[in-house]
Every structure is written in structure tokens, then in C-alpha cells.
């Protein structure tokens, strides 16, 4: 049988808006869903709008922020090479792979979400019958993403990301360009969380979104059994 392959994209962002500090992804969101896809025996390409090193969002490599898989992604020389030379996001196309996968970090609020390549991505990718999951702050990506009715594509749907609640626990509400909770309801989701820093992850169809950094693992487990369903 041929490998799965998945698709990871990651922001380019790294200006935490007008405040000086840097962003970009969340290590802990990159590295779980890398290795549950990686130790299943899954291909992995990774993408970015600019291509190259994508910013990491220097807070998620502090020891609080560390996991087993976020040490393990560190020590990894082929991933952090890989990590290191992203293709371009205008040069990906959905029928190339099986699945796409985006971790958060704030970054993607700013360019992910308003990104036509990331637009088109998911939108191309679920009306070929395969499934995207994002997780944290990457649901800010599906903003603009409309379903083949043209409506937004979360109205009616189940859905999370990151709650106002943990946005305003890193003291962030007012930096961001939107909030994801309050975006996703405006496009008429049905959101719901679960408590802050909790791992809680929904599916609606082919659409699966993780609340917070510790919901990456799960999501990438529910997209793997997505996909391995399909294939068998």
C-alpha cells in the first residue's frame, strides 16, 4: 500500500501585531501531529506562503512549553532540515496529497487567514472528499473559506478553536487581529469548547478542529482514522 501523505502548513507571520514581540507557530502544534503521522507511517510535506524556515513562536519553545514530542522534534536533525526548507504554499495542490493538517500559534491570524492559496487549499481539498483539520489558532484560516453554496463553510457546522477565554489568559485580546471564537460564530458556526487548556477536538465530516496546543495530538489522530477509514 502506498504511504498517506499529509500535507502540514505553517505560518510565515512572526510580528505579534504592533507590540514588538515575535510569533509565528506553536512548536507543541507541529510536533505532536508530525510524529502521530510520522510514527503511522506517513509522508509528510510541509508549506508556508513565503516557503523556507517558517518563525516559531519563540514562547512555545520555553520549558513550560515542552512535551516529549516537542523535545523530540528538537533532537530530530532530518525534521528540523525539513522544518528548514518549506515548499511554498502557491505551489501545493490537494490532489498531490490525502489530507492537510494546519497547527496554530497566533501567526496564522495574520496571513494564513487572508491567504488565497490557503483559501483555495481548503476548499479544493474537502470538495475532493478528503479531510483538513486545524487546531488552536489555525481555524482562523477557514475566515474567508466558503462551502460550494458560497456560504461560509463553518456556518451550521461544528467547530472550535481557541476560546476568547484562553486568548484573554495570554492577555492577547486586544493585540489580535479577530478572535477565533467570535469569527467562527459570525460565520455561523456551531462552536464549543471545552475548559481552557483542555484537550477537546470536534469532527463535522471532513472538517476536524482542535481547540488549544494540547488538542494538536488528537486532531492529528482523528485525521489519520479519517483517512485510514476512507482507504480501506
Known amino acids: 500500500m502506498t504511504a498517506v501523505k ?3 502548513v505553517l505560518t510565515s507571520h512572526d510580528q505579534l501585531g504592533n507590540t514588538g514581540r515575535k510569533t509565528g507557530f506553536w512548536l507543541e502544534e507541529l510536533a505532536a501531529p508530525y510524529y502521530t503521522f510520522k510514527d503511522a507511517g506517513a509522508e509528510i510535506v510541509l508549506a508556508s506562503p513565503r516557503g523556507g524556515q517558517p518563525p516559531l513562536d519563540p514562547k512555545s519553545s520555553e520549558p513550560d512549553s515542552q512535551t516529549d514530542f516537542t523535545r523530540r522534534f528538537t533532537a530530530d536533525q532530518a525534521a528540523t532540515a525539513q522544518l528548514a526548507a518549506t515548499v511554498r504554499l502557491d505551489s501545493v495542490a490537494q490532489q498531490d496529497f490525502d489530507a492537510v493538517f494546519y497547527p496554530g500559534g497566533h501567526g496564522p491570524l495574520w496571513d494564513l487567514a ?3 492559496s490557503s483559501i483555495t487549499l481548503i476548499e479544493t481539498t474537502l470538495a475532493a472528499s478528503k479531510p483538513v483539520a486545524l487546531v488552536c489558532h489555525a481555524p482562523g484560516a477557514l475566515r474567508h473559506v466558503k462551502a460550494p453554496d458560497g456560504k461560509p463553510l463553518v456556518a451550521g457546522r461544528k467547530v472550535t478553536g481557541f476560546s476568547n477565554a484562553e486568548e484573554a489568559a495570554v492577555g492577547l485580546t486586544e493585540v489580535v487581529p479577530f478572535l477565533v471564537e467570535d469569527m467562527l460564530k459570525e460565520n455561523g458556526a456551531r462552536y464549543a469548547k471545552a475548559g481552557d487548556w483542555q484537550p477537546y477536538v470536534l469532527g463535522d465530516g471532513l472538517l476536524i478542529t482542535g481547540q488549544n496546543p494540547a488538542s494538536s495530538g488528537p486532531a ?9 477509514h476512507k482507504a480501506s
Not at 489522530?221 to 485510514?228: K, R
Open 6 to 8: 499529509i500535507l502540514m
Open 114 to 116: 487572508e491567504d488565497q
Open 220 to 228: 492529528a489522530e482523528a485525521l489519520l482514522a479519517l483517512v485510514q
